[in-house]
Structure formats: C-alpha cells, structure tokens
C-alpha cells in the first residue's frame, strides 16, 4: 500500500469514526438525531419521548 493510499484511507476512517462518536455523544445528551423538523408525524414515533 503507498503513502497516497493510506492516507486516503486514513482520512475516511477519521471520518466514519468522527460521526460514529458525535452520534454517541448526542445519544448520551439525549439529543434526538430525528430530522423531522419538529412535526413528528413523519418520524414514525421517534420524536414521541420529546413531547413529554
């Protein structure tokens, strides 16, 4: 593997890594990744525990 190819490599697992632990981080805060913009119809019941 060359140099060019690792560090393409390198930089898209920094990436996936990146999204995996602000996911997780989110999840912790109790953030909800739901994009339904506040009209939780579309969601499908995953905006529901944030109408409490």
Known sequence: MDFAT??????IAIIFFSI???SYRN???G???CACSGGCS???????????
């Open 6 to 11: 690792f560090l393409v490599a390198a930089i």
């Open 20 to 22: 995996i632990f602000v």
């Open 27 to 29: 999840h912790k805060k």
């Open 31 to 33: 953030k909800n990744s």
């Open 42 to 52: 579309g969601c499908k019941g995953g905006c529901e525990f944030n109408k409490q």
